[in-house]
């Protein structure tokens, strides 16, 4: 693996004072990457590795530094490749990993004791991959979480069949192809906030996404945050930040 070093944060420019925001440090990875080491400190959310576009190998070195860098939390890995979800295992065989080919997600270390919950919906057993990153996300962050797939508005009584324990749930994570419509519905019946993510399935003028991310965007439900299509892990983090700040007041 690549040699690392740690610099001190940069306030090159800035008033006096600019660089405690930035506390923390950041980690050289070869010459590929610098690991923002203050990110959970400034923000409760530590830096994850978005695996697309990265070779294999960068990101097994990236997942690994994060684990000698911040020992105490988890690291994890978004939109793996194939090589990185079958390698994950002997490259930590020391420490726990965990693989989700589903999600395309891999996490290595333990895992938080969670706290609060996130009732995470899916309106077709097709926005699984989705949610399921959203899942990974939100137990990596030590947040609970509890799946309620295929409940979408084409039979809308599966829905109201689980809706008790979505209302139990401190925050919801919605997600939803083709019309984009679960979301609103959602949204009109929980007084918890409710997280929309757009996905990429549907047929023609679903369009990628855009159709239900275009839904989401001109609901008449107030309240409904949206991220941005496919985002699984964009929608996790901002529940987790929700519960967050529930559980600490």
Sequence with gaps: MS?????????AG?????????DGGVAQVGDFA???????????VPEVVYADGKTPAQTLELLAELRRRTPDSPALATRCPDEV???A?????????RIDTRARTVTVGALPAPRGQVAVLTAGTSDLPVAREAVVTLDALGTGSRLFADVGVAGLSRLLSVLAEVRAADCAIVVAGMDGALPSVVTGLLAAPVVGVPTSVGYGFADGGRAAAGAMLSSCAPGLTVVNIDNGFGAAVHAAKIVGVTHDA
């Design 3 to 11: 040699e690392s070093r740690v610099s001190a944060p940069d306030a």
């Design 14 to 22: 800035g008033p006096p004072g600019a660089a405690a925001p930035l």
């Design 34 to 44: 610098r690991l923002d080491l203050g990110r959970r400190r400034r923000t409760g």
């Design 85 to 87: 979800l079958r390698d």
């Design 89 to 97: 295992a002997d490259a930590f065989a020391a420490e726990p990993v």
